[in-house]
Every structure is written in C-alpha cells, then in structure tokens.
C-alpha cells in the first residue's frame, strides 16, 4: 500500500493519468511470443508499479481455444518491439502453465511481489533492469510520491 492506502501495483486499466510513454511502443494488442516464436496470446495491459514509476508486469490473454485466461508476465522476462513481446527463455505452451492472474492488484512486501493471487513469491526485482517502456502521467495529475513523472533510463 502506498501513503494514501492503495496498492502500489496495479493495472493501467485502473489508473488515471497514467499510460504508456508516448516515446515508447505501447504493447496492448500486440502478440506475445515464446522463445520458440510460436504466438502464446495477446497483450491487453500493461501493470505499473506506481511508487517507482515504472511497469513491473505485461498482462497476456489466452484465446478461448486456451482456456481464454490471463497470465502476468514479468517485464523483465520479455522483451517490447513494435511488431510483439517476445518472452525469454519459455516457450509458448509452458506459458500455460504461468497461474492465472486473480485480482486486479499486487502486494509489495520487503522487496517481494506476490503475483497472481497465489501463494508464490518472487524477489526477481530487487535489482531489477529497466525495461525500454516507461510510464508516463498525464499533465496536471497530482503525484503521489516524489517519483519523477516519466522513468528515464
């Protein structure tokens, strides 16, 4: 939870005054890829860690012929271009596996994010790599941490 109680991490669907940078490719819609560049789903948004301003996971839908569910994947864990998200070192079937996200938020404790509702942990961020997408707020949004507005690399 963040100084005003509300999660930290949550999806753009849910955020106002936050999006994509505009200098940056925005992934929803695009396919999503495996190492095996066999097409796994399709991005439909993005989750932003607002207290440091920056994505820490890509939501991905399934088709309905794969069960129509939706998984997190990790940002560091794949790779934004123009023309998809390529996800590393799994292939598109053991993407089915990935649990299916549950809620629309994430907790953040000591550097541990719980993921998909399920009792799994990852400490993969504590000294995580920015990715090449950042965030970005619209003018005038009032800010809730000292953050800046748009992550630089």
Same mark, same amino acid.
């Given at each position: 939870?963040?100084? /005003?109680?509300?999660? #930290? #991490?949550?999806?753009?669907?849910?955020?106002?005054?936050?999006?994509?940078?505009?200098?940056? &490719?925005?992934?929803?819609?695009?396919?999503?890829?495996?190492?095996?560049?066999? %097409?796994?789903?399709?991005?439909?948004?993005?989750?932003?860690?607002? $207290?440091?301003?920056?994505?820490?996971? #890509?939501?991905?839908?399934?088709?309905?012929?794969?069960?129509?569910?939706?998984?997190?994947?990790?940002?560091?864990?794949?790779?934004?271009? $123009?023309?998809?998200?390529?996800?590393?070192?799994?292939?598109?079937?053991?993407?089915?596996?990935?649990?299916?996200?549950?809620?629309?938020? #994430?907790?953040?404790?000591?550097? &541990?994010?719980?993921?998909?509702?399920?009792?799994?942990? @990852?400490?993969?961020?504590?000294?995580? +790599?920015?990715?090449? %997408?950042? %965030? @970005?707020?619209?003018?005038?949004?009032?800010? /809730? &941490?000292?953050?800046?507005?748009?992550? +630089?690399?």
């Amino acid at each position: 939870m963040d100084l /005003h109680s509300h999660p #930290i #991490i949550r999806p753009l669907r849910i955020l106002e005054g936050f999006d994509v940078s505009k200098n940056d &490719t925005d992934p929803r819609g695009l396919p999503v890829l495996g190492t095996d560049n066999k %097409v796994a789903g399709t991005v439909v948004d993005m989750w932003v860690d607002t $207290s440091e301003m920056m994505f820490r996971f #890509i939501e991905v839908e399934f088709s309905l012929e794969n069960g129509g569910r939706r998984i997190l994947l990790l940002v560091p864990f794949a790779r934004i271009k $123009s023309d998809g998200v390529k996800a590393l070192n799994i292939y598109a079937a053991q993407l089915a596996n990935v649990p299916a996200t549950k809620s629309e938020v #994430i907790s953040k404790d000591n550097s &541990t994010y719980i993921t998909s509702g399920q009792d799994r942990a @990852s400490d993969c961020y504590r000294d995580t +790599h920015r990715n090449h %997408v950042r %965030v @970005s707020r619209s003018p005038g949004q009032a800010r /809730h &941490t000292a953050q800046p507005a748009v992550l +630089h690399h």
